[in-house]
């Protein structure tokens, strides 16, 4: 006797999600002392509700600044010096009779300001964009684009004044102002007893000694704003951690809205077993055995040979349910064999629907041969 061997795939389901409905009104009164899901911070996300500070951009930029006046500094200085200069000393060849000469003259100097400023410019506008980069990626969403009513509401505005993220942000702008105005006086006191000596440098001197006066100003500004923006990112983080906080029925309908009610996913489970039991059964009394081990276990087997490769599992159970089998079986006289090692190995490496292995293929047909014989058949 000979059978091919065949595998069964598993069927798969799929579970119905439900659109998520805010249950604010819901959870009124309940204190929100639950870390925010991760649905919830990207749907925060994706309204440009992120943990941002911007004294890190701004403290970037004055890195820059530094970095700047240090390396290309007296070179700028030098250019802006060269057209002031050229246009003082060809001022008298200079005619601005028309309009067209006098807008000729200014896109002139306009294209060479820019051409001498492009060094400045160039790396705070990397400076910045690399201070928001850092904290929060590169992602446009539109509805953080949006316009919003709330935004432009006069008395929303007034609320967010005085709210305590209004008071934070004045604070922090009054230490601005207090740093930079403190610093620029302690820096420039330092250097009061030279001031009455400028009258008599020349360009360059002048040049040396306000960049230095400048540098300084900026180089402290820096320090003070490394540790203003090291804590202002702290608070952001903070105060979004809080922004995000969930009531645990918020978390619990969030979990049902995602995942399903519990209660309904383990009934639906209930009647699938129920409807995959009520199946099973029905097929024991299309099987040509039952073999158990005798009582624990037992495992129906059917085969038509002009229409199946191998005996096929049509039920099978342990416990009540191979009791039931064996019970069905004897309703409809279908013949029940112990064999204890055959039961165990069918039922440890077989499914429901599965062909026999072929490792099997003996020992089953000596099974079906003995009650082939029983039914008065005369061979497989």
Same mark, same amino acid.
């Given at each position: 006797?000979?059978?091919?061997?065949?595998?069964?795939?598993?069927?798969?389901?799929?579970?119905?999600?439900?659109?998520?409905?805010?249950?604010?009104?819901?959870?009124?009164?309940?204190?929100?002392?639950?870390?925010?899901?991760?649905?919830?911070?990207?749907?925060?996300?994706?309204?440009?509700?992120?943990?941002?500070?911007?004294?890190?951009?701004?403290?970037?930029?004055? #890195?820059?600044? %530094? !970095?700047?006046?240090?390396?290309?500094?007296?070179? @700028?200085?030098?250019?802006?010096? +060269?057209?002031? $200069? =050229?246009?003082?000393?060809?001022?008298?060849?200079?005619?601005?009779?028309?309009?067209?000469?006098?807008?000729?003259?200014?896109?002139?100097?306009?294209?060479?300001?820019?051409?001498?400023?492009?060094?400045?410019?160039?790396?705070?506008?990397?400076?910045?964009?690399?201070?928001?980069?850092?904290?929060?990626?590169?992602?446009?969403?539109?509805?953080?684009?949006?316009?919003?009513?709330?935004?432009?509401?006069?008395?929303?505005?007034?609320?967010?004044?005085?709210?305590?993220?209004? #008071?934070?942000? %004045? !604070?922090?702008?009054?230490?601005?102002?207090?740093? @930079?105005?403190?610093?620029?006086? +302690?820096?420039? $006191? =330092?250097?009061?007893?030279?001031?009455?000596?400028?009258?008599?440098?020349?360009?360059?001197?002048?040049?040396?000694?306000?960049?230095?006066?400048?540098?300084?100003?900026?180089?402290?500004?820096?320090?003070?704003?490394?540790?203003?923006?090291?804590?202002?990112?702290?608070?952001?983080?903070?105060?979004?951690?809080?922004?995000?906080?969930?009531?645990?029925?918020?978390?619990?309908?969030?979990?049902?809205?995602?995942?399903?009610?519990?209660?309904?996913?383990?009934?639906?489970?209930? #009647?699938?077993?129920?409807?995959?039991?009520?199946?099973?059964?029905?097929? @024991?009394?299309?099987?040509?055995?039952?073999?158990?081990?005798?009582?624990?276990?037992?495992?129906?087997?059917?085969?038509?040979?002009?229409?199946?490769?191998?005996?096929?599992?049509?039920?099978?159970?342990?416990?009540?349910?191979?009791?039931?089998?064996?019970?069905?079986?004897?309703?409809?006289?279908?013949?029940?064999?112990?064999?204890?090692?055959?039961?165990?190995?069918?039922?440890?490496?077989?499914?429901?629907?599965?062909?026999?292995?072929?490792?099997?293929?003996?020992?089953?047909?000596?099974?079906?041969?003995?009650?082939?014989?029983?039914?008065?058949?005369?061979?497989?």
């Amino acid at each position: 006797m000979s059978w091919a061997g065949c595998p069964s795939t598993p069927s798969t389901c799929s579970r119905p999600c439900r659109k998520e409905k805010d249950s604010v009104a819901e959870n009124s009164g309940q204190e929100r002392t639950e870390k925010g899901t991760g649905k919830r911070r990207s749907e925060a996300r994706k309204r440009g509700q992120v943990a941002n500070s911007r004294e890190i951009p701004a403290t970037l930029i004055l #890195l820059a600044a %530094l !970095a700047v006046f240090h390396f290309a500094g007296a070179q @700028v200085f030098e250019q802006c010096a +060269a057209l002031v $200069s =050229g246009i003082f000393q060809n001022l008298h060849t200079i005619r601005l009779n028309t309009i067209t000469s006098a807008s000729a003259l200014a896109a002139d100097l306009f294209q060479t300001v820019i051409v001498i400023l492009l060094p400045f410019f160039v790396p705070f506008l990397l400076a910045g964009l690399v201070g928001n980069v850092a904290q929060i990626g590169f992602e446009v969403h539109g509805e953080a684009l949006s316009p919003k009513f709330s935004k432009m509401n006069p008395i929303a505005g007034i609320k967010r004044i005085f709210s305590l993220r209004g #008071l934070v942000e %004045l !604070a922090k702008s009054s230490l601005k102002i207090l740093f @930079v105005g403190g610093i620029a006086y +302690a820096v420039i $006191s =330092g250097y009061l007893k030279e001031f009455p000596a400028l009258v008599r440098w020349d360009l360059w001197a002048l040049w040396n000694f306000t960049a230095e006066v400048a540098f300084k100003i900026i180089f402290y500004v820096f320090l003070a704003m490394l540790v203003l923006s090291a804590l202002d990112y702290l608070y952001q983080r903070w105060q979004y951690e809080e922004s995000l906080k969930m009531t645990k029925q918020e978390v619990t309908d969030e979990h049902k809205q995602s995942e399903g009610d519990p209660k309904v996913k383990a009934r639906i489970r209930s #009647l699938q077993r129920q409807t995959a039991y009520h199946r099973m059964m029905a097929e @024991v009394p299309k099987a040509d055995v039952v073999i158990t081990n005798p009582t624990h276990l037992a495992i129906a087997l059917r085969f038509k040979s002009d229409e199946m490769p191998a005996p096929r599992v049509v039920a099978k159970g342990a416990g009540t349910i191979a009791e039931r089998i064996r019970e069905t079986a004897r309703e409809h006289n279908i013949p029940i064999v112990e064999n204890k090692p055959l039961a165990q190995t069918l039922f440890k490496m077989t499914e429901l629907g599965d062909y026999i292995p072929v490792d099997l293929y003996r020992a089953v047909a000596e099974v079906l041969a003995y009650v082939y014989r029983l039914k008065g058949k005369v061979s497989l």
